[in-house]
């Protein structure tokens, strides 16, 4: 099933959960949909975190990891949900200007990772320009960004990239403790009203977000 078809059934299948289950919480830890999003990308479940879109992953990212005195790395003008996590946490915000191409200069982003840096996000295709870093290009990034540093990369619109390299992050995502990679229903899928997002990663960033989210 793909497009509509798949949006039809999907929707069906919420309405008819919905009948028998509005009136309830929510199951705290997904677990359903935990086990299939942790089957289909050859994970275990307890490296998969939902949120109620991946923007309240990004924004937990922040709570879980800055504080004042901190630093969070990202690129400008980027998802405009970014800015919000320095302001939240009186970190600082170290905002890199794209490259004349409209992608992430990965390379200034990294060379300004220094000891007071908890986290750096890579939105790929970055929101709004649409450019693409490849995935050698972000291999060689995440490897110059040390291993206590966290690595957040945004795949909102990991979908529309039609190249099959597009994966590697995810497939990184599996090894790479300090990285978590963000995907969203509400894009491609075409839910957005359903805020649902989920992001693969190493445990310690699974267990950190655990620990912020509401129940
Ligand atoms: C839309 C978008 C998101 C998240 O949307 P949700 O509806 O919260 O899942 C995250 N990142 C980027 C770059 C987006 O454009």
């Not at 690595?151 to 599996?174: C, K, N, P, Q, T």
Request: charged share 25%.
């Amino acid at each position: 099933l793909v497009g509509e078809d798949l949006r039809a059934v999907g929707l069906q299948q919420v309405v008819r959960a919905g009948v028998e289950s509005f009136n309830r919480y929510p199951d705290a830890y997904g677990r359903v949909l935990r086990a299939a999003l942790a089957e289909r990308h050859h994970v275990e479940s307890d490296q998969v975190v939902l949120g109620n879109g991946s923007c309240e992953l990004i924004l937990l990212a922040g709570e879980a990891l800055l504080d004042p005195g901190t630093t969070v790395v990202h690129a400008e003008p980027s998802f405009a949900i970014y800015p919000h996590l320095a302001a939240a946490s009186g970190a600082e915000a170290i905002a890199v200007p794209l490259d004349d191409d409209g992608g992430h200069d990965l390379m200034t982003m990294a060379a300004y990772v220094d000891e007071r840096t908890r986290l750096v996000i890579v939105c790929n295709p970055n929101n709004p320009t649409g450019v693409y870093r490849s995935a050698d290009e972000l291999e060689r990034f995440v490897e110059m960004i040390p291993d206590d540093v966290a690595v957040l990369i945004d795949e909102a619109y990991h979908d529309f990239v039609d190249l099959a390299e597009s994966g590697r992050m995810m497939s990184l995502a599996r090894r790479r403790s300090n990285l978590l990679v963000t995907r969203t229903f509400s894009k491609a899928f075409g839910l957005p009203g359903l805020r649902v997002g989920y992001g693969v990663g190493g445990r310690g960033w699974i267990e950190a977000l655990g620990k912020v989210r509401q129940p």
